[in-house]
């Protein structure tokens, strides 16, 4: 099998706690993204999404494990050897507001990146941001207005032109949507998925939104306390989750047309604390089919049986 | 106790548990005054859940507010009156309307930190109110501020009573919240956008907690939520909220199988429906053109009558009354079948 565009193995990230202690944010986490191919991380708060994907574009040294782009390992390499290879790799966050220089006008925001990686001569770098702003919807004017002028969803084009003047292989957009209204969402995931088909772009997508990850995501990582808990191409994750982590998860998610609540179907408990993660299978404290097993032994991230290898899932006893 | 402890019985409608009569709520502003209510008449039955729905600015939680006389000087009730058991509330002294709130009506916000007092523990806050309302002693307090832990599902509550606000999960501070605001076993528990700071797993206890609670104690919920999903799962009806007025208000069921009004639909329409790939979005279908105005610019006539697809040059002109469309079922719009 040929190598895939990027690949992260084994990846564990720690951090140690005020007061003493680790927090476990990462462990063991593996998964590949083929060219053109969008990989959406879900979970709840603290369960990890934005430590991997930090640590998997390098943002944050992993303690352990395997960076892979396109064939070579990066977490082998300087600082220095790293440094041309980031541009392989870029980002968008959650804050359009936190992300964006208010000093700078909108022109040299996003052409910073090539002066950072020098890129061109000034015109050149110029030309390239008012080229991808362009493409993006946004007007050759804008690159002389500073980011307070703009609306959230606007900012958010802004963060993402930035992102793709060095032309990347893989985005990693974490929570790209959710400090924006509804509609505005909207427009934005149809943006991003014209431009994976568009330009071939590998996607890194953190959401916690089932609703956004069901429009945009080719596959699905499932994650629960630092952990992958479940991997699956998208409509088998919705039509038949395996792990009953996944199936709490849909479960919860409030739909219309399915009446009122049912009494007794929501999941039990909290999140463990990442300071004392529970023994075994993290899930355990709060799983139906737990057993002695569940307690005792962790379930590694496997091809389940019987089913096709692209479905993964870490459970003794998956359905 | 005042309670009927029978869930789901609507009494008859000659005597709501609660009663909204052409409330309106207004702030003063530099430009003039800014009606944020406008209007607005309902009735609420004991054992059922209103669900009042809408977008940020569209009057649903200065409602819940005025429900309770909280709304913040220098606004005001300009007309209207909210009766609860036949009780107007205007009517009512400080000290009177004081005894009323965390007794008989109790109200749980978005944010629990704000409604939490964070130098005392979760335990004498809820304590307290026992022992003005119920006029419990220190002892006897204590003691059922520990049960209403137990109740919403806190585990180890002898322990949790002794924490402080920061000390417990957000879930946890939304289910001490809750249990503060059941201590003394409210008539109507007025809920403000109650989950929306929290995960899912979590928002879905949060509700099943509010319906098992409310099937005990055969409350009046009034659930104030942006979010039409969430609304579906709690509501017995179903009040729409545009502008500062009521422009639906419909059974529930009758709602969702068929919103009639055209900001109701475009609303329904604008929900993700997961699963599969299939996820239509508002992007798609429902998008509303526009947005709604703002109390200060108000369109003449329908205030929807702007972003409608319906509106036309009547629409402009006359704005529509909240009208009886169907048993139990009123909407606000000349387009509608009356």
Redesign the interface.
């Known amino acids: 099998m040929s190598e895939p565009l990027f690949a992260v193995a084994g990846l564990s990230k720690h951090f140690p706690a005020r007061g003493g202690g680790r927090i476990t944010a990462l462990v063991d986490a593996s998964f590949a993204i083929a060219a053109g191919e969008t990989l959406a991380l879900v979970g709840?708060?603290g369960c990890g999404k934005t430590t991997l994907a930090r640590t998997a574009s390098l943002l944050y040294r992993p303690d352990r494990g395997s960076v892979r782009l396109a064939g070579i390992e990066l977490t082998a390499l300087s600082r220095r050897a790293l440094k041309p290879h980031r541009r392989a790799i870029q980002l968008v966050f959650q804050d359009p507001f936190g992300s964006l220089n208010p000093r700078l006008r909108v022109g040299s925001i996003v052409a910073e990146p090539l002066v950072i990686h020098g890129v061109g001569r000034a015109r050149e770098r110029r030309a390239r941001a008012a080229h991808q702003l362009a493409s993006l919807g946004l007007e050759a004017g804008d690159l002389e207005r500073y980011p307070h002028e703009f609306s959230g969803g606007q900012r958010q084009r802004i963060a993402i032109a930035r992102a793709l003047v060095l032309e990347p292989k893989l985005l990693v957009a974490d929570e790209p949507l959710s400090a924006l209204d509804?509609?505005v969402q909207?427009?934005l995931?149809?943006l991003l998925g014209d431009l994976r088909a568009r330009l071939g772009l590998a996607m890194l997508f953190i959401s916690?939104d089932?609703?956004?990850v069901?429009?945009i995501a080719d596959r699905i990582a499932v994650m629960y306390l630092g952990r992958i808990v479940e991997l699956a191409p998208?409509?088998e994750l919705?039509?038949r989750p395996s792990h009953p982590y996944t199936q709490?998860?849909l479960?919860?998610?409030?739909?219309?047309?399915?009446?009122?609540?049912k009494?007794?179907?929501?999941?039990?408990g909290?999140v463990a604390d990442p300071l004392a993660p529970p023994s075994g299978c993290p899930f355990h404290p709060r799983c139906p089919k737990a057993q002695a097993v569940c307690r005792e032994r962790e379930p590694p991230l496997e091809a389940k049986p019987g089913a096709a290898p692209t479905r993964r899932v870490a459970c003794h006893f998956p359905d | 106790m005042a309670l009927e402890p029978v869930a789901g019985e609507a009494r008859p409608a000659a005597a709501p548990l609660l009663a909204v009569e052409e409330l309106a709520v207004v702030f003063p502003a530099r430009a003039g005054p800014l009606t944020a209510l406008d209007g607005v008449s309902y009735r609420l039955a004991r054992g059922r859940t209103l669900g009042i729905v809408g977008e940020s600015g569209s009057g649903k939680s200065v409602l819940a507010l005025a429900l309770l006389n909280l709304i913040p000087p220098p606004g005001r009730i300009l007309r209207g009156a909210v009766r609860l058991d036949g009780i107007e509330l205007a009517s009512l002294g400080d000290d009177e309307l004081a005894a009323l709130r965390g007794d008989r009506v109790a109200i749980v916000f978005q944010e629990p930190m704000t409604a939490l007092n964070p130098v005392f523990t979760i335990g004498e806050q809820i304590a307290e109110a026992l022992r003005l309302h119920r006029r419990m002693t220190h002892a006897e307090a204590r003691a059922e501020a520990i049960a209403a832990l137990a109740r919403v599902g806190i585990a180890a509550p002898g322990l949790r009573a002794r924490d402080y606000p920061h000390q417990l999960s957000g879930g946890m501070r939304q289910r001490a919240m809750i249990a503060m605001a059941l201590a003394c076993e409210p008539d109507l528990l007025v809920a403000d956008e109650p989950t929306t700071a929290l995960d899912v797993t979590i928002q879905a206890q949060i509700l099943e907690l509010m319906l098992e609670t409310q099937g005990r104690l055969g409350m009046a919920i009034q659930f104030v939520s942006h979010d039409m999903a969430v609304i579906s799962e709690v509501a017995d009806e179903v009040g729409v909220m545009y502008a500062g007025r009521l422009v639906e208000h419909a059974p529930a069921d009758a709602f969702f199988a068929e919103p009639l009004h055209p900001y109701s639909r475009a609303l329904i329409a604008s929900v993700p429906r997961i699963g599969g790939g299939t996820t239509r979005w508002a992007g798609r279908t429902g998008r509303i053109p526009g947005q709604m105005p703002s109390p200060m610019r108000l369109p003449p006539g329908c205030r929807f009558s702007d972003r409608c697809p319906l509106a036309d040059a009547a629409c402009r002109e006359v704005e529509p009354a909240l009208e009886q469309v169907a048993p139990g079922r009123r909407v606000a719009c000349f387009k509608v079948g009356r």
């Not at chain 1, 479960?251 to 609540?261: C, E, I, Y």
């Not at chain 1, 009494?263 to 039990?268: E, I, N, R, S």
């Open positions: 709840e708060s509804v509609s909207a427009q995931l149809e916690h089932l609703a956004a069901d429009r998208r409509a919705f039509a709490a998860l479960a919860a998610v409030p739909r219309l047309g399915a009446g009122k609540r009494p007794g179907t929501a999941p039990k909290e």
